[in-house]
């Protein structure tokens, strides 16, 4: 657990809240947990990619000072008339399952967590920009390995491309990402155009030894999309 603070929790909430809303014009429970330094960045992340069995079994602190940090968000909010956006939080896998945030599962307390605090003074089309915003599942992730060294936790078969699961790699034909098409970084029109048509996609990493990091080497897209963006951009070139 975290150390205790002599700062009241009343106050870190509000420095936290007022950081964030001033960086972003909106703030939710998870800006406040990382501002605390209940949350770390990495955490986080592993959670969004759906890794762990909720949120706050992941959390530096007492499951009431939780709590009492969510009501303390919650008032510091209606003190300033925010208003209230409820954001979807799926992880980062092909079946985009519902995230949960609380052990128990309770809808009010989940409804909590997933609230985001957003300025009146935003115009109503700037929310649902930033409702939707929120609410785009994060990218998928696919991994090409170093070597083939690794078997699918599915049918125990290896290829060039895999994406992590709950119980282990697994390849993309039985992930249902096997018919999409591998498009290599280095030309960010068709690469923007080719994700914008597809329904589905993914980013393909690499990890870098000498720079001990992973490293995007392309997107996979739809074969469809990726027709259909590279015809456009030739009649484009010809117009």
């Not at 083939?148 to 290896?158: A, I, K, L, M, Q």
């Not at 699961?165 to 993309?172: I, T």
Request: proline share 4%; aromatic share 6%.
């Amino acid at each position: 657990m975290a150390a205790k603070s002599k700062v009241p929790l009343s106050e870190r909430v509000s420095r936290a809240a007022e950081e964030a809303f001033a960086a972003r014009s909106y703030v939710g429970a998870v800006d406040v947990l990382l501002g605390l330094g209940w949350l770390n960045g990495n955490t986080f992340r592993r959670w969004r990619q759906g890794t762990s069995r909720c949120l706050e079994e992941e959390l530096q602190s007492h499951p009431a000072r939780i709590a009492e940090a969510l009501e303390l968000l919650r008032a510091w909010a209606a003190e300033r008339g925010l208003l209230a956006s409820l954001t979807d939080y799926v992880d980062r896998t092909p079946q985009r399952r519902t995230l949960r945030f609380s052990r128990g599962g309770d809808p009010a307390v989940e409804a909590q967590y997933r609230t985001q605090w957003v300025s009146p003074a935003l115009s109503e089309k700037k929310r649902q920009r930033l409702a939707e915003r929120k609410s785009r599942p994060p990218e998928l992730v696919v991994v090409q390995p170093l070597n083939r060294e690794w078997t699918c936790h599915r049918c125990g078969e290896t290829d060039d491309l895999l994406i992590m699961e709950d119980a282990g790699p697994a390849c993309l034909r039985c992930a249902g990402l096997g018919d999409l098409e591998f498009l290599s970084s280095g030309n960010a029109l068709l690469t923007r155009r080719a994700k914008a048509k597809s329904a589905r996609s993914a980013v393909v990493v690499r990890f870098s030894r000498a720079r001990r990091r992973y490293e995007r080497q392309g997107i996979l897209v739809e074969h469809a999309a990726l027709d259909e963006a590279e015809r456009e951009i030739a009649t484009d070139g010809r117009g």
